[in-house]
């Protein structure tokens, strides 16, 4: 087998249509109108609902949720996709692969009925609220609280950081429900933005996602109904535990697909850039540079192709996950610095593709869990369990 660019030449015919449908989408709908939605700071919600109506959302969803009841590859292309067209404004993915899923495997069928219909449309666009100015990754420490009031919850703080958070209609809260007992007191609430108390802070200006809302949202002594409340009170960290394995692993799908455009970007420009008399492509040293960005996504492509492959069969663990998000968005942010150090100034331009997608990827190794945090849970995996969870060769 040649060296290939994409992971198309495992397709089937259902997922190589899926492919053709996105790009056609990101072609018509996305690109005319990205430049715009960046100087905006959010997307339209004409966007969302276009992407409705052709499927795009939500698509693991039962048929009679809205969705099209196919596996998570389906999504996979659609997050391929996006990222390898360097437009990060519709984040899509965090929709329809991190907040759905919970309203599917937590939620009540009136919980259901209610919101998952009309997030597989684009009427409805959802968010998670997680992070905390105080507590960034520490889920444990959260102050956000949810105390009980006339039959239902009392909801009061507020939460930074968080994505889509300008658009949002639903909101998945993380919130103390018993601040005494740490992680076990931790409940997860189904909030309608339009609720009294319920506010949103500016729209917050980022290094990169230009396109991207982001929000610091405040709860003001919102009143939830007893029904606002996912799954069963307590409950709210386990899930989000059994949660970001997927999470991560969507993540690292976007850092993949990232470091492949901006190397074919990169192939292009330096064939045609001149300097001292001849192309770039001709120094040995750019050669050398771009031959190790493809082998370092290569090797990407191939773990990643494995967590997928886990993941369809129900077998990806959280360490493994851990391994992907935090390995992926390391080398994605080395080989994107290292392909606008080819593009040389031009690189440094905001209208080059390669200077958004650098700043884009900086992000990639803080949210969804830090670097850090995640190594550290590798290193729980590989310390506090049996020695036969490390690897030896034969």
């Known amino acids: 087998m040649g060296l290939t660019w994409d992971w198309d030449d495992g397709d089937g015919e259902e997922l190589a249509a899926l492919r053709a449908t996105v790009r056609r989408f990101i072609d018509k709908e996305i690109a ?10 959010q997307v339209s919600r004409e966007v969302w609902r276009k992407a409705g109506e052709l499927g795009l959302l939500c698509m693991g969803l039962p048929a009679e949720l809205g969705g099209s009841e196919v596996d998570f590859a389906h999504s996979a292309v659609l997050v391929q996709e996006l990222a390898r067209s360097g437009f990060s404004g519709p984040l899509f993915y965090l929709h329809s692969e991190i907040v759905a899923p919970y309203v599917l495997h937590y939620g009540t069928p009136a919980q259901q009925q209610a919101w998952l219909p009309r997030m597989a449309s684009g009427e409805v666009i959802a968010a ?3 992070t905390e100015p105080g507590t960034g990754s520490d889920l444990a420490n959260i102050s956000t609280r949810a105390t009980t009031h006339n039959g239902g919850y009392l909801l009061k703080g507020q939460k930074i950081f968080i994505s889509n958070g300008q658009l949002a209609n639903l909101v998945l809260v993380a919130a103390k429900t018993q601040p005494e007992l740490g992680a076990r007191g931790v409940s997860l609430f189904l909030l309608d933005t339009s609720r009294d108390g319920f506010s949103r802070g500016r729209n917050l200006e980022k290094m990169g996602m230009h396109a991207q809302d982001t929000s ?3 709860f003001d002594d919102v009143w939830l109904p ?8 307590g409950k709210g960290f386990a899930y989000l535990m059994n949660e970001l394995p997927q999470e991560r692993l969507l993540v690292a799908i976007t850092a993949v697909g990232a470091m492949e455009s901006g190397l074919r970007w990169t192939c292009e ?11 770039l492509a001709e120094k040995q040293v750019v050669r050398h540079a771009l031959a190790q ?3 370092d996504i290569q090797v990407a492509r191939s773990f990643l192709k494995d967590c997928l ?3 369809l069969h129900g077998q990806l663990d959280t360490a493994t996950a851990s391994v992907a998000k935090f ?3 390391e080398m994605q942010f080395s080989v994107l610095d290292r392909c606008v150090q080819l593009f040389g100034g031009y690189g440094y331009m905001n209208e080059y593709p390669i200077a958004r997608a650098w700043a884009d990827a900086r992000v990639q190794r803080i949210y969804g869990g830090t670097t850090e945090i995640m190594k550290e849970i590798v290193a729980r995996h590989l310390l506090d369990g049996p020695s036969q969870r490390i690897p030896t060769s034969a």
């Open 269 to 279: 420009h330096v064939k045609e850039r001149q300097a001292f008399g001849a192309p």
């Open 226 to 233: 007893a029904d606002c409340l996912l799954g069963q009170e």
């Open 128 to 130: 998670i609220a997680m």
């Open 216 to 218: 610091e949202l405040f």
């Open 32 to 41: 005319p109108h990205h430049a715009r939605w960046e100087r905006e700071g």
């Open 293 to 295: 960005a493809y082998a």
């Open 327 to 329: 390995w992926t968005t």
């Open 309 to 311: 492959q886990r993941h």
